[in-house]
């Protein structure tokens, strides 16, 4: 089973950070795009931020644009999302997916193969 993990959410007041890491059970996690995604309470899933597999271009949802950044390190087979002031909004559980998207929009979600299980991020005070 090809899954990918999701770690480091948790609990953070406003304008805290948080990292999430994701890494890949069964999947060779460098050959791929990688794409973070959350659903908050009420609402669909979005596309919050995108990396090409050798991390030269990635893309972002307005609404985290200047707070949050992805990256990876093929050598560990990793990708992280951080998280940088963060609001109440952002509140939701956040999933890690790969696959081989057309293009490198948020709103390709369709086009990733590879789903974690998510990790939850709340954030209040």
């Known amino acids: 089973q090809f899954e990918p993990v999701e770690s480091g959410g948790g609990l953070v007041q406003p304008g805290g950070s948080l990292r999430l890491s994701c890494t890949a059970s069964?999947?060779?996690?460098?050959?791929?795009?990688v794409g973070w995604f959350r659903q908050s309470p009420g609402k669909e899933r979005e596309g919050v931020a995108i990396i090409s597999s050798s991390g030269g271009t990635t893309n972002y949802a307005d609404s985290v644009k200047g707070r949050f950044t992805i990256s990876r390190d093929n050598q560990k087979r990793m990708v992280y999302l951080q998280m940088n002031g963060l609001k109440a909004e952002d509140t939701g559980v956040y999933y890690c997916?790969?696959?081989?998207?057309?293009?490198?929009?948020?709103?390709?979600?369709?086009?990733?193969?590879?789903w974690g299980q998510g990790t939850q991020v709340t954030v209040s005070s």
């Open positions: 997916a790969a696959g081989w998207p057309s293009k490198y929009g948020v709103d390709l979600q369709d086009e990733y193969d590879y």
């Open positions: 069964g999947l060779i996690l460098e050959e791929y795009a």
